[in-house]
C-alpha cells in the first residue's frame, strides 16, 4: 500500500465490482454504485475504458466476467450473511480492512445499524475524501484507524464506541490471506473479547488452490503476496478455539447455484467465506 492510497487488490476488487454493476456478471441480483466513486487512479481511468467497451461490444468482456463473477458473488454471500445476522438481532456491524467496501453506503439494512470502518489511517483519510458524494444508509458510520503495526484494534474500537456488550457483526474480507497465522489468531481473540453472545463473524478466506499463476506473480509485483492459505477444517478449528461455532462454509460453486450464477471455474477451489456465531 502506498501511502494515502489503498492497496492495489483492494483497488482491484472495487474495480471488479464497479464492472460487475454495469452488468458484466452472470451473478443475479447484484448491484453497487458505490464502487466507481471509491476507485482511484488509473482504476477508474481502466473503469471509464471498460464502460465504453460495454456499451459497444460487451462480447469483449467476457474474460473480464469471470473476475467480476467471482467478486459479485462473493459480495452477495457476504451481504446474505449480514441480513441473516441483522434478522438475529445484532445491530452493530464492524468491517475489518475495511478498503473500499461500500455496504455502509448501500445496504438499505444498515438504517438501524452502527457501522464501524477499521482500516489504516491514511487509508481511510483517502476513502473519507472519495466516499464524501455518497449518502451513509447506515444508522452511523464511525472510521476506526487503526495501523496493525502500532496500535491496538481492542483499544481502537473502545475509542470509537463499540459496545462489546451488544451483538456484533464482523466483515473480515480479502484480508486473511495476507496475516500470518499468530495474526490470524491475534484478531480473533480480539474478536472474541468484544463479541456478545449471538455475534457473528464473516470471515473470505482462500485454500492452497486459490489463484492462477499470473494472479499470484502480478500480486508479488504489487508486493501484496498471499502468503497464508487455510482448509475449511482449520478454519473451524480456529474459530472454535475462540468460541465461535460454524454456521456456514461455502465456496464459489455454491455462491454460484445459490445466486444462479456462472461459476468462474479458474478459481473453482479458492476462495471462500465462513459464517460463524459465538
Known amino acids: 500500500m502506498k501511502e494515502g492510497k489503498p492497496s492495489q487488490t483492494a483497488s482491484m476488487v472495487a474495480y471488479f465490482r464497479a464492472v460487475a454493476h454495469l452488468g458484466v456478471t452472470s451473478a443475479k441480483g447484484f448491484q453497487d454504485p458505490t464502487a466507481e466513486h471509491l476507485l482511484p487512479t488509473p482504476w477508474a481511468q481502466l473503469f471509464r475504458l471498460t464502460q465504453r467497451r460495454a456499451r459497444k461490444a460487451p462480447q469483449s468482456l467476457a474474460n473480464a466476467r469471470r473476475g467480476t463473477d467471482l467478486l459479485a458473488l462473493r459480495t ?22 475495511a478498503g ?30 472519495r466516499a464524501s458524494v455518497l449518502p451513509v444508509m447506515a444508522k452511523s458510520l464511525a472510521f476506526v484507524p487503526v495501523d496493525f503495526e502500532r496500535d491496538s484494534l481492542d483499544a481502537a474500537l473502545t475509542r470509537a464506541g463499540h459496545d462489546s456488550s451488544a451483538p456484533t457483526v464482523w466483515i473480515w474480507e480479502g484480508v486473511v490471506m495476507y496475516l500470518t497465522t499468530e495474526a490470524l489468531r491475534t484478531t480473533l481473540r480480539v474478536l472474541t473479547a468484544r ?8 470471515i473470505q478466506y482462500n485454500t492452497h488452490r486459490s ?32 468460541g465461535f461455532h460454524v454456521i456456514a462454509d461455502s465456496g464459489i460453486d455454491d455462491w454460484a447455484r445459490r445466486f444462479d450464477a456462472t461459476s468462474p471455474g479458474h478459481m473453482r477451489q479458492g476462495s471462500r467465506v465462513v459464517a460463524a456465531r459465538k
Open 195 to 202: 463479541s456478545a453472545p449471538g455475534s457473528t463473524a464473516i
Open 76 to 97: 452477495l454471500t457476504i451481504d446474505a450473511h449480514v441480513r441473516d445476522a441483522l434478522a438475529q438481532g445484532a445491530r452493530q456491524l464492524v468491517i475489518l480492512g
Open 100 to 129: 473500499l467496501d461500500g455496504r455502509a453506503y448501500r445496504l438499505r439494512e444498515l438504517s438501524d445499524v452502527r457501522v464501524f470502518e477499521v482500516d489504516h489511517p491514511a487509508t481511510q483519510a483517502w476513502k473519507q475524501r
Open 211 to 242: 489463484m492462477p499463476g499470473p494472479l499470484s506473480l502480478l500480486l508479488r509485483i504489487w508486493r501484496e503476496p498471499q502468503i497464508s492459505m487455510h482448509t475449511p477444517e482449520v478454519m473451524a478449528a480456529e474459530l472454535g478455539a475462540v
